[in-house]
């Protein structure tokens, strides 16, 4: 199920995620759910939401990391 605002989005990710990475997070996991409707497409026997969520954290990971403090924080 897309997300159509931020404040859709799971409670693990609206509560540990700044809001831009949040932004990155929706757009992200809406792309993958739409690119892996086909079951064909995804890997192993993982749900469409799965790959959806994977695909998301993923592309938070590109932009931010989880620091010491355990708070994500954007890349230098």
Do not use: C
């Not at 993958?32 to 938070?60: G, I, N």
Request: glycine share 2%.
């Amino acid at each position: 199920m897309p997300y159509k605002e931020k404040s859709d989005l799971p409670d693990s990710v609206q509560h540990v995620l700044p809001a831009h990475a949040q932004e990155i997070y929706k757009e992200a996991f809406n792309s993958a759910w739409e690119q892996y409707k086909d079951k064909a497409d995804r890997r192993d026997d993982a749900s469409r939401e799965e790959t959806a969520h994977r695909v998301a954290w993923s592309a938070v990971k590109q932009d931010y990391e989880k620091g010491d403090d355990d708070r994500w924080h954007k890349k230098k």
